[in-house]
């Protein structure tokens, strides 16, 4: 992929369509501009899922969703993009059971599937960087670590569980200026949910020397820091895997997400 | 007060303007029509209380918004109201404490105040009823009992702390229309957050004989009935006073809400 294949959005989601997208992740591709965590459920389930979302904006921020059948992503989000090719991989879970991945969707797609999009926390990791405050997994190039949680979510129909949360570590010093930074990102989990010892026995994380995540990569924490939890576009997958709903549920390989042509200061709050 | 005085929002409203509701709750009033709780604050907490709801809306379901110091109810909740008068009484807060309860608050009114109103589960209860299913509470003639919980909310800015619940007590076998019946009411709390011994230990709350609630009155649970627990309005006003933010607060008394002219249905989610 040369550097002009990845200014934007577009040929990113054009490589993607072609099936000539080959990197493990998007992060850090497109600067500036916002991606979006994928799922798709058959219609039936929608309105539950619109709910989980409004119930639990932190952990569950909605951008927008595509009409029954239709695999169009909305042209608010994205330009002429199919939410069936567009996205790098898919994961396709049966009965709530892993699958398969797919490069592409076209046969799983249904007349009456919808597809949710999900803000995603690369968008809010941009101004800390820009800030001087890089999280740590970028300074090491690994993927962001993510905990499972005992703390639940709002309930919403068929749809309920637990939070998922990822961390980055600060120090106790910057954490207000972590907060501030991140707290406009109304749309992709904002500010931080917990922090510190307190935060962890709270939301029931035991991993305290930070090896063994649930998801994602381990990372290292310095004296003097304490880890930071944030809201976390996982949380709504394991909610639907969770759920014991029957069928076909798709969402994007974790990592690979869809890119939009939506930037970070549009899922941000002006105040 | 006269049955036709009872009819409309706005009777009860020049009523209370001209310190005659001398009734100790607004519960039952103008059937069919919302109720808002109210709360004042200084201008410069008003980003950070507007995201405490964005991010928390099954405790705190924000429906607008006063200009800074324009005491003008926003036309769109109730016509031609001022909010310094419409309530029947207001409790004021003097760094995080009650100092005292007063008919009007022009003189405590200021430049800067910013008014909330945040929806009322009064709205659900009438659904409740219509459906057969009326809450123990209304059929003893008591305020719905409610509790403080170890939930803790999504911090915003100043503001943080925990969810406070009501509680109604159902059989198991009625669970599920109950939360059908009260889902689509997003903008009064909405589908029950949790049910039962699972869930009152979750929330931590530890009077399961219901005898001695935080707020409102103790309610009777029979042979065969569990505890359902809903987000309270009530949250918020806790949230405000433990944030331990300086200088005056003020709310609606208790069970003493702001009339409204919208609808139930208009606080109703349609699917």
Chains 1, 2 share one sequence.
Not at 180 to 186: L, M, Y
Request: net charge negative; glycine share 8%.
């Amino acid at each position: 992929m040369s550097d002009s294949q990845k200014r934007f959005p577009y040929h990113v989601r054009i490589l993607c369509r072609n099936k000539a997208f080959t990197a493990p992740s998007t992060a850090g591709l497109c600067p500036g501009y916002s991606q979006a965590n994928v799922i798709i459920l058959p219609s039936k389930f929608a309105a539950d899922f619109r709910l989980l979302g409004a119930r639990n904006p932190v952990s569950c921020p909605l951008l927008g969703e595509t009409k029954p059948g239709d695999p169009q992503v909305p042209e608010a989000l994205a330009a002429d993009s199919d939410v069936r090719t567009d996205c790098p991989s898919y994961n396709i879970y049966r009965d709530g059971v892993f699958a398969e991945q797919k490069e592409s969707i076209e046969t799983e797609w249904r007349d009456d599937s919808v597809a949710f999009f999900i803000g995603c926390s690369y968008s809010f990791e941009a101004a800390l960087v820009k800030n001087g405050l890089p999280p740590r997994h970028l300074e090491l190039n690994r993927a962001v670590p993510m905990y499972k949680t005992n703390y639940r979510l709002c309930p919403a129909g068929v749809f309920g569980g637990h939070m998922v949360v990822s961390m980055r570590p600060y120090r106790l010093v910057d954490l207000e200026r972590v907060r501030d930074i991140t707290r406009p990102f109304v749309k992709t989990h904002g500010e931080p949910v917990a922090w510190g010892l307190d935060g962890a026995k709270y939301l029931g994380i035991t991993d305290l020397d930070r090896t063994n995540p649930d998801f994602g990569d381990p990372t290292e924490i310095q004296d003097g820091e304490v880890a930071v939890y944030f809201g976390c576009g996982v949380t709504p997958q394991l909610s639907v895997m969770d759920s014991g709903i029957s069928g076909e549920v798709i969402g994007h390989t974790p990592g690979r997400m869809l890119m939009l042509d939506i930037k970070d200061e549009d899922v941000c709050l002006s105040f």
